[in-house]
């Protein structure tokens, strides 16, 4: 099962573009990797999802290498209310289902 | 449309009791997983149920147990309740496979 790392944390001001890598050395065939928000006291929330090459949605853009043994979550443009707690998430679908959350990174926006 | 809803929101057991959270799914949504988060944590993986059964377990003991109805929603039950269970307990639902999970606000389970 693939184990996935995360810088710790991170700060960034107002307008900039924010890139955050985890690393998943052991990911297998079958896994997606999905890019998840937590403020504090809430559950996390959905950002991204993708399996291969590139993935673009409203908020964020998903890229991963050919290797798959790594992504990188971007988010463009970021303001205040984008400092939360983002996670990567490894999930395994072959047959019974295994969902390895990463450590977390904890992005603060500075105004 | 109604999001996942859990409860209760806040509890307190002692050591070596029982404990029983439940989840509502979200319309639609067929699969439930539950997640462990620690103080700092990021969420650990308890387990899934998809038609009631459970179909997928993260490194947790026995005494950690579930159950989903018919209406897809779901219980967690803890027995033998240890200091180091205290933590947020976080249910999400979605479609069966690796879809988008929404989770839910979780309990916050103190253990004395």
């Known amino acids: 099962l693939a184990k996935t790392t995360q810088p710790i944390s991170m700060d960034s001001y107002e307008g900039q573009e924010v890139n955050i890598t985890c690393s998943h050395n052991n990911i297998a065939t079958n896994d997606y990797i999905t890019w998840y928000q937590q403020f504090p006291s809430q559950g996390p929330r959905f950002i991204i999802q993708g399996y291969k090459t590139k993935v673009t949605n409203e908020v964020a853009s998903l890229f991963i290498p050919a290797d798959r043994k790594s992504s990188t979550l971007s988010l463009p443009r970021v303001s205040l209310s984008d400092t939360a707690v983002y996670y990567c998430?490894?999930?395994?679908?072959?047959?019974?289902?295994?969902?390895?959350f990463g450590t977390g990174t904890r992005l603060k926006v500075l105004a | 449309e109604t999001g996942v809803t859990q409860s209760p929101t806040h509890l307190i057991k002692t050591r070596g009791q029982q404990v029983t959270l439940r989840c509502s799914s979200q319309s639609g949504h067929n699969t439930v997983s539950w997640y462990q988060q620690a103080l700092g944590q990021g969420p650990q993986f308890i387990f899934q149920y998809y038609r009631e059964e459970e179909n997928g377990r993260g490194n947790f003991p026995p005494r950690f147990s579930g159950l989903q109805f018919p209406n897809y929603s779901s219980e967690l039950n803890v027995n033998a309740l240890e200091l180091d269970d205290s933590a947020l307990y976080l249910c999400?639902?979605?479609?069966?496979?690796?879809?988008?999970?929404?989770f839910g606000p979780g309990t916050r389970l103190t253990v004395t």
């Open positions: 998430l490894v999930g395994e679908t072959s047959g019974t289902y295994k969902y390895i």
């Open positions: 999400a639902s979605s479609l069966q496979g690796f879809y988008e999970q929404y």
